[in-house]
């Protein structure tokens, strides 16, 4: 039997070997603890709802395995009074190790007593800039020190403002506005190589996952990782290409062509092919098309003599 399995980062439960491996319970038991804790803290589960979600194993059955979790130490009951409502409540606790028999159950929480002080202070001190975790280099912005201003002018400000409207136009990269500030420094380099914003929203938003955890990481690999190379700068000054002549008149010809007649010199050719058997011009599209509406118009008078 091989065994195969995939590296996950979100919605996943961690169980030791020995939980699954316990042989006193069975597996019935042992699923119904492995589906009990990989449930959130405060979730409502009882004999009966487990016996719904398991039509084929009924309440007797889910009821027997819950039995077995009780005898091991793997669940835990007990019986409450609220002190302000005088009602009676179970609690259910869950463990991924067995719990000897009469051990303390963990305390429920709380929000605490309140302490002394003066409502509305903060904290006083300067952070220990030696504490703030270093960013890896080519993987996020750079870290700034505590008290260092935010640069939001210039390239940077022009910066933040490209990657909110990328983050408008692809929702999956949208970001909120510390990631943006954040991310700004390592945008303002692409506007500084001349980039469109619909170059660089192509490269950044170009074949994404389908589903984006984290815009802030993944925008931040692509900024370091997919920056062009920078373009050679263009002189202003420098005479421009010179244009195609024509073929005829030698004048030049409209930006754009490299060859042909200009547009005085094909004029004369608008009225057609000649015709070598009888070196007459041929009838232009003009004279066709006045000829034809000739016809068409005639058509009723000659329609309407012929039933005279």
């Not at 890896?136 to 640069?151: D, I, K, L, N, S």
């Not at 990631?179 to 190589?193: G, K, N, S």
């Not at 802030?216 to 370091?224: G, T």
């Not at 195609?244 to 004048?251: G, S, T, V």
Request: with cysteine.
């Amino acid at each position: 039997m091989r065994i195969h399995l995939s590296v996950r980062k979100r919605a996943f439960t961690v169980l030791g070997n020995e939980v699954l491996r316990d042989r006193r319970l069975s597996f019935t038991a042992r699923g119904i603890l492995a589906f009990l804790l990989s449930l959130p803290d405060g979730a409502r589960e009882d004999v009966r709802t487990l016996a719904d979600k398991n039509p084929g194993l009924g309440r007797r059955g889910v009821a027997k395995a819950v039995e077995e979790l009780i005898a091991l130490g793997y669940y835990v009951r007990r019986t409450v009074r609220d002190q302000e409502s005088g009602q009676v409540r179970t609690e259910t606790y869950v463990f991924d190790t067995p719990r000897p028999p009469g051990s303390p159950l963990p305390a429920p929480a709380g929000t605490g007593g309140a302490r002394a002080g003066k409502t509305g202070t903060f904290p006083k001190g300067k952070k220990n800039p030696q504490k703030v975790p270093p960013t890896r280099p080519g993987v996020g912005p750079p870290a700034r020190q505590a008290g260092e201003p935010t640069p939001i002018g210039g390239d940077v400000g022009r910066a933040a403002a490209l990657l909110t409207r990328i983050g408008a136009a692809e929702p999956k990269l949208a970001l909120g506005e510390a990631d943006v500030l954040a991310l700004a420094p390592l945008a303002a380099p692409w506007l500084e190589r001349g980039l469109s914003e619909l170059e660089v929203r192509s490269l950044l938003a170009d074949e994404l996952p389908p589903r984006v955890y984290s815009p802030r990481a993944l925008l931040a690999d692509r900024l370091v990782r997919k920056l062009p190379a920078p373009r050679p700068p263009r002189d202003a000054a420098a005479p421009a290409a010179p244009l195609a002549e024509c073929a005829e008149c030698r004048d030049p010809l409209p930006r754009g062509r490299d060859a042909g007649v200009c547009p005085l010199c094909a004029e004369p050719r608008r009225g057609g092919p000649v015709d070598e058997a009888t070196e007459t011009t041929a009838p232009s599209v003009v004279e066709r098309v006045a000829a034809l509406r000739a016809v068409v118009q005639a058509r009723p008078r000659l329609v309407t003599a012929a039933r005279a």
